[in-house]
């Protein structure tokens, strides 16, 4: 079945860097979207992307929805502590209803 | 306008019990998802509810059940639990048009099973 890769699985950086990391699958996708969780809360929408090579930015968040529609990239910007978390890619298939596969997720932290 | 409110937040039961959690979707959210997570195996897809009617399902055993409400409010039912099935519950709504962009997901219940 389809399944989503993401890399890295967990990045350390220092505040200020940017960051970058990506989402793939052997599967096509409909819509990749980037959610953020923080501890002990449920995930939040960053970003959604509906077209192959689709570009779209949401503050410092910048995505990309891959040209072969099975992988996605997400990146941060000058990076600050709040950034912290898992950032977690879903994939979305239209089929009779909204199929949404989720990735591993990619554990954040930042260093002051 | 209010959240996804999941209740309880935190549930600790025993082996061989059942539990059930809720879930009150965002008022005029008609779509309610359901969700595991477990640090090894990620957000596992447990089903979907619209208009009360059951409209996926994911790879869980039939020990997992759900339900939803007229009202949209859902819950869902684990019998017999195993130890297993210690994990982060999370429901999420959606307007059904929007689909899964337009998830607003709760905070979880955290049940763990001793």
């Known amino acids: 079945g389809q399944q989503l890769n993401q890399s890295p699985q967990s990045m350390f950086i220092q505040e200020g860097e940017d960051v970058s990391m990506n989402c793939t699958s052997s599967s096509i996708f409909n819509t990749w979207l980037w959610y953020k969780q923080d501890p002990g809360e449920g995930p939040v929408l960053l970003i959604a992307?509906?077209?192959?090579?689709e570009l779209t930015s949401n503050g410092r968040l910048t995505a990309q929805f891959g040209i072969t529609r099975k992988d996605s990239f997400l990146n941060i910007s000058a990076s600050i502590p709040s950034d912290v978390g898992i950032y977690f890619c879903a994939g979305g298939l239209k089929t009779s209803y909204d199929k949404v596969i989720f990735g591993p997720g990619t554990s954040l932290s930042v260093i002051p | 306008k209010a959240g996804v409110t999941q209740t309880p937040r935190y549930l600790i039961k025993t082996r061989g019990q059942q539990v059930t959690l809720s879930c009150s979707p965002i008022?005029?959210?008609?779509?309610v998802s359901w969700y595991q997570q477990t640090p090894g195996q990620g957000l596992q897809f447990l089903f979907e509810?619209?208009?009360?009617?059951?409209?996926n399902k994911g790879n869980f055993p039939g020990r997992f059940s759900g339900r939803q409400f007229s009202n949209s409010r859902s819950e869902m039912n684990v019998s017999t639990l195993e130890l297993g099935d210690s994990a982060l519950y999370l429901c999420?709504?959606?307007?059904?048009?929007?689909?899964?962009?337009?998830?607003?997901f709760g905070s979880g219940t955290r049940l763990t099973v001793v």
């Open positions: 999420a709504s959606s307007l059904a048009r929007e689909g899964a962009a337009g998830y607003t």
């Open positions: 992307l509906y077209k192959a090579g």
């Open positions: 509810y619209f208009s009360e009617t059951q409209r």
């Open positions: 008022s005029g959210h008609r779509s």
